[in-house]
DNA sequence: TTGATATATCGTTATTTATCGATATACTGA
DNA sequence: TCAGTATATCGATAAATAACGATATATCAA
């Protein structure tokens, strides 16, 4: 072997572990998961991830904050649906690697 | 559509976000492409990873608490390697679908 | 307009995590 | 044994994150 590493960049680095930082939470993951079905709207997600709304609006806000979701309001309701193409490989990505099986 | 969703368990979720958990720091995911490569001592990892040996043994003590490294002691050095099968898929996974290239 | 439903935000407190310096332990070679 | 190198741990402080209740805004239907 001769020569350098070839290593990820600090930017590349850093931006990778903003992205994990978001998604390092039970709940988030959930909703991805939700999610990567169809949209739903804020009281559907906190139904199917048994949390509160207001917390449900937290993590969706955090979540489109960093470009991962996006909203859109149709009447009373704001369905939230999957935004960035990180999302399906890195659930694909826990399933397959971090023991993580799909139950019913 | 019928039927419940698939979802990922509560249990399986907590244990992905421990494991995102530990990998969303720059550092830590710099420290696991240095060893994707092969395995390092202590010191060589600081150096590679440009963070002060004991910034260093804190970052690997932490991963190897959680299964994902394991080390060796020969002589006075102490070599990390990765242990868990998780790792390279999760940075493969970062290199494609977080728009991580590779640098020299 | 009013009441009900749906979503969002704000402020506080609690918890966790990071950082850094100091110190301790382990090993080697002189 | 001593000096030097390598690794590990500990304690304090700082910073970030989570959790929760309270409250605010938006929409619709009556």
Do not use: W
């Not at 070839?6 to 959930?30: F, Q, T, W, Y």
């Not at 991805?32 to 993590?59: G, N, W, Y």
Request: proline share 4%; with cysteine; net charge positive.
């Amino acid at each position: 072997m001769a020569g350098k590493l070839s290593l990820l960049s600090i930017d590349v680095l850093n931006g990778a572990a903003e992205c994990l930082k978001v998604m390092a939470h039970p709940v988030r993951l959930r909703i991805v998961d939700v999610l990567m079905q169809k949209e739903f709207p804020v009281h559907e997600i906190a139904r199917l991830c048994e949390t509160s709304p207001d917390q449900t609006c937290e993590h969706l806000r955090l979540m489109k904050g960093r470009g991962l979701l996006t909203s859109e309001r149709r009447g009373r309701r704001v369905y939230y649906k999957i935004a960035s193409s990180n999302l399906p490989g890195l659930i694909e990505c826990l399933r397959k690697n971090c023991g993580v099986k799909k139950i019913r």
